[in-house]
Nanobody, 126 residues
Framework: QLQLVESGGGLVQPGGSLRLSCAAS????????IGWFRQAPGKEREGVAC????????NYADSVKGRFTISRDNAKNTVYLQMNNLKPEDTAVYYC???????????????????WGQGTQVTVSS
């Protein structure tokens, strides 16, 4: 059964860093684009970053450019989201997602993805 499991969330002070992990099971991530999304209370789910299956192309939301970095370790079947210089407005539940088809591109549009993890809470507060 295909499954995505996020981890690495927590409470961090403004300006701090966290690294989120998204571990896949039941399928090989090598062939799939991956997206990271977040949803804050009372807000719609927002695309944060995505990476193509090859790892050769990434896309970021303007709100996180220069602060967040998406990467993947295909040997570990895991994708990461390194988050630096965190701000209170980054507080949200973070999700990773994978499409059902091996596309050559990625997207920060939620409708592109079929499979979702359960999410991990990130809270940025002093």
């Amino acid at each position: 059964q295909l499954q995505l499991v996020e981890s690495g969330g927590g409470l961090v002070q403004p300006g701090g860093s966290l690294r989120l992990s998204c571990a896949a099971s039941g399928f090989t991530l090598d062939y799939y684009a991956i997206g990271w999304f977040r949803q804050a209370p009372g807000k719609e789910r927002e695309g944060v970053a995505c990476m193509t299956a090859s790892g050769g192309s990434t896309n970021y939301a303007d709100s996180v450019k220069g602060r967040f970095t998406i990467s993947r370790d295909n040997a570990k079947n895991t994708v990461y989201l390194q988050m630096n210089n965190l701000k209170p407005e980054d507080t949200a539940v973070y999700y990773c997602a994978a499409p059902s088809t091996s596309y050559r591109y990625c997207s920060v549009y939620a409708g592109f993805y079929e499979y979702w993890g359960q999410g991990t809470q990130v809270t940025v507060s002093s």
